[in-house]
């Protein structure tokens, strides 16, 4: 009960200061999507198939397939969005538990969801034009 | 006979609410706001509660009927087994038992422009709307300010000076208006972090409302909004 205080609650004005959200929002989507529909495909690719022998796919294909055109769309289906809408999740889950630190957790999040794409992108790279 | 547990407050005899029980007899059409009713005529005066239609129209018997936000005059005690417990709205202040401050909740709707805007004030036109036109917005406008989605939304909760779901929806409500002019002048709090980007996207603000509003959708459909303006800003090099 201690939360409910009879104190007024005043609202001070506020400069209308423009939220950052859209962008994360639209990454955030755009990740939803991909964790909907391809993460499950990879699921059952790499996680089923493959494993149980149903499908034959060789190190060596993988390699020529991932470093080319859909080896970008790939990185960027299945782990760069989803690596946003996860640190999204993260971050308003944490302010959900209380966590304070707004500032340090929206860096943390998107920070590691930023270093893992750069990571994706520089592996995707150096195999390219190597 | 049912059994109500009434969340008590009265600051005058003592700092700490307690709880009170009552036994009540009921049949299919007592609804919560006759049990307080006759409580209130039959055995302890004192108890303090708000209400007027008795129809769902007025939005003043707001109360937690065993922890969820509900009208009063619209819950109905064959519902609900042999124990019921009454609180107050939560997320907003106690003012004296079932009787919740309600200042923030009208700040915020005050601070939308709840009303049409025109370009120009001096036209003596009528303002010609068609049926289709109407469509757009009409669910919205059946909000009766209960302040139920309130006490629903856990982002209200954590922070109040989060617009909250029926302020972001009366401001949809004008912006679709065919007749209104006036989005430029509510996008700005729109777009902040307390304006539509405090929500999560939990949606039990339109599981409670009473009146079917939805205003889950309508602060969603203000984020696309929200998404969109930024974007024409940038094209404009406001940014
Ligand atoms: S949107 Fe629904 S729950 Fe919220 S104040 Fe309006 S009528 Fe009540
Ligand atoms: S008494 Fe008016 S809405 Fe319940």
Same mark, same amino acid.
């Given at each position: 009960?201690?939360?409910?205080?009879?104190?007024?609650?005043?609202?001070?004005?506020?400069?209308?200061?423009?939220?950052?959200?859209?962008?994360?929002?639209?990454?955030?989507?755009?990740?939803?999507?991909?964790?909907?529909?391809?993460?499950?495909?990879? $699921?059952?690719?790499?996680?089923?198939?493959?494993?149980?022998?149903?499908?034959?796919?060789?190190?060596?294909?993988?390699?020529?397939?991932?470093?080319?055109?859909?080896?970008?769309?790939?990185?960027?289906?299945?782990?760069?969005?989803?690596?946003?809408?996860?640190?999204?999740?993260?971050?308003?889950?944490?302010?959900?538990?209380?966590?304070?630190?707004?500032?340090?957790?929206?860096?943390?999040?998107?920070?590691?969801?930023?270093?893992?794409?750069?990571?994706?992108?520089?592996?995707?790279?150096?195999?390219?034009?190597? | 006979?049912?059994?109500?547990? $009434?969340?008590?407050?009265?600051?005058?005899?003592?700092?700490?609410?307690?709880?009170?029980?009552?036994?009540?007899?009921?049949?299919?059409?007592?609804?919560?706001?006759?049990?307080?009713?006759?409580?209130?005529?039959?055995?302890?005066?004192?108890?303090?509660?708000?209400?007027?239609?008795?129809?769902?129209?007025?939005?003043?018997?707001?109360?937690?009927?065993?922890?969820?936000?509900?009208?009063?005059?619209?819950?109905?005690?064959?519902?609900?087994?042999?124990?019921?417990?009454?609180?107050?709205?939560?997320?907003?202040?106690?003012?004296?038992?079932?009787?919740?401050?309600?200042?923030?909740?009208?700040?915020?709707?005050?601070?939308?422009?709840?009303?049409?805007?025109?370009?120009?004030?001096?036209?003596?036109?009528?303002?010609?709307?068609?049926?289709?036109?109407?469509?757009?917005?009409?669910?919205?406008?059946?909000? $009766?300010?209960?302040?139920?989605?309130?006490?629903?939304?856990?982002?209200?909760?954590?922070?109040?000076?989060?617009?909250?779901?029926?302020?972001?929806?009366?401001?949809?409500?004008?912006?679709?208006?065919?007749?209104?002019?006036?989005?430029?002048?509510?996008?700005?709090?729109?777009?902040?972090?307390?304006?539509?980007?405090?929500?999560?996207?939990?949606?039990?603000?339109?599981?409670?409302?009473?009146?079917?509003?939805?205003?889950?959708?309508?602060?969603?459909?203000?984020?696309?909004?929200?998404?969109?303006?930024?974007?024409?800003?940038?094209?404009?090099?406001?940014?």
């Amino acid at each position: 009960m201690n939360d409910r205080t009879t104190e007024n609650m005043t609202i001070k004005p506020k400069k209308n200061h423009r939220s950052s959200e859209p962008v994360w929002w639209a990454l955030f989507s755009a990740g939803g999507v991909c964790f909907a529909v391809f993460i499950p495909t990879a $699921i059952l690719f790499f996680g089923f198939l493959q494993p149980l022998g149903l499908i034959d796919f060789s190190y060596s294909q993988a390699h020529n397939w991932f470093f080319g055109f859909w080896g970008l769309m790939f990185s960027g289906a299945f782990i760069i969005l989803p690596g946003f809408h996860a640190a999204h999740r993260i971050r308003h889950g944490l302010h959900d538990l209380k966590v304070q630190r707004h500032g340090l957790i929206k860096v943390i999040c998107y920070g590691l969801a930023g270093l893992i794409s750069l990571l994706t992108l520089g592996i995707w790279f150096t195999g390219i034009i190597s | 006979m049912k059994t109500i547990h $009434i969340t008590r407050y009265l600051p005058e005899s003592s700092e700490i609410p307690f709880v009170q029980q009552f036994d009540i007899p009921a049949d299919d059409s007592t609804s919560v706001l006759d049990a307080l009713n006759y409580i209130k005529e039959e055995l302890d005066p004192s108890l303090s509660f708000r209400w007027s239609c008795r129809m769902a129209i007025c939005g003043s018997c707001g109360l937690m009927v065993n922890g969820k936000p509900k009208l009063g005059c619209k819950t109905f005690l064959r519902d609900y087994q042999e124990n019921i417990t009454l609180q107050p709205l939560a997320h907003l202040p106690v003012e004296r038992d079932l009787i919740v401050d309600m200042d923030v909740f009208l700040t915020h709707l005050e601070a939308v422009k709840p009303y049409l805007i025109s370009d120009d004030s001096l036209s003596t036109e009528p303002n010609k709307q068609t049926p289709t036109q109407m469509a757009k917005y009409q669910q919205f406008s059946d909000c $009766i300010n209960c302040g139920l989605c309130y006490s629903a939304c856990p982002q209200f909760g954590l922070n109040p000076e989060f617009l909250g779901p029926a302020a972001i929806t009366l401001a949809h409500r004008y912006n679709l208006d065919s007749r209104d002019h006036g989005k430029a002048q509510r996008m700005p709090l729109l777009n902040t972090e307390e304006g539509a980007w405090s929500c999560t996207f939990v949606g039990f603000c339109s599981e409670v409302c009473p009146k079917k509003v939805d205003p889950a959708a309508a602060v969603n459909q203000s984020k696309v909004e929200s998404a969109k303006d930024m974007i024409i800003q940038l094209f404009k090099g406001n940014l």
